[in-house]
């Protein structure tokens, strides 16, 4: 059986996920690791976002949002790539939106779902249409909206977590109504989150999770 791993900047396991890469890849044995498994809780608040930093958003065992800085999650993710290498792993999804550079084992093949993300956008950009963006934190849409401002067309942002109730995301796709399509921009959000942000918009609603699941599907087609 082919192996996956799939490496989170929170706790494992993470349902949530599992449950969309078991869908598109039934027959592949999914390998977690989450930054957060092996530390206790001060060395969990020391992973905060620091001034200046870009705020992260995760998942905790028990389903409550954890939220962590850019720079400090890096090294964990380099650490937690090492560990799954030496498993064997060779195939790896990083479970998080953002864009990074990390230093990747040499044969290791990583889908880094922020970058799967960029090129999705980016295929959609055209002058007179609008982009909806749907975060966890305003401090991330506010940041994002800057990012792709080089992107043709218009961006409306708006803020809901994941991890909290689907009614507060329902409230926040208020402020899309007028995307011709909208991105559901982390891996957290579900499938009863986009149906819900669908039913405001009524335009097409995609999640991070489901399409990094299809591209690596497609990789794993081997």
Do not use: W
């Amino acid at each position: 059986m082919k192996r996956l791993g799939l490496l989170s900047i929170g706790e494992t396991p993470r349902p949530d996920i599992l449950s969309v890469m078991h869908r598109e890849l039934p027959d592949t044995e999914l390998v977690e690791y989450g930054i957060l498994d092996a530390l206790d809780e001060k060395q969990r608040q020391a992973l905060k976002p620091l001034p200046g930093d870009f705020p992260l958003v995760s998942r905790k065992r028990d389903g409550s949002q954890f939220s962590l800085g850019k720079r400090q999650a890096a090294t964990l993710m380099e650490q937690g790539l090492r560990r799954l290498y030496e498993q064997g792993i060779t195939v790896v999804v990083l479970l998080c939106t953002c864009r990074f550079s990390l230093n990747i084992p040499d044969g290791m093949l990583v889908v880094e779902a922020g970058r799967v993300i960029d090129a999705a956008l980016e295929a959609l950009a055209r002058d007179g249409v609008t982009a909806g963006l749907l975060t966890p934190l305003p401090a991330q849409a506010d940041e994002l909206a800057e990012y792709y401002a080089h992107l043709p067309g218009r961006m409306v942002t708006a803020s809901a977590s994941p991890y909290e109730d689907v009614h507060l995301a329902e409230a926040a796709a208020e402020r899309l109504k007028d995307a011709d399509f909208v991105f559901l921009h982390c891996m957290g959000y579900t499938e009863p989150y986009r149906a819900a942000v669908h039913r405001v918009c009524g335009c097409p609603v995609m999640r991070a999770g489901s399409l990094v699941a299809r591209f690596t599907a497609e990789l794993m087609n081997f």
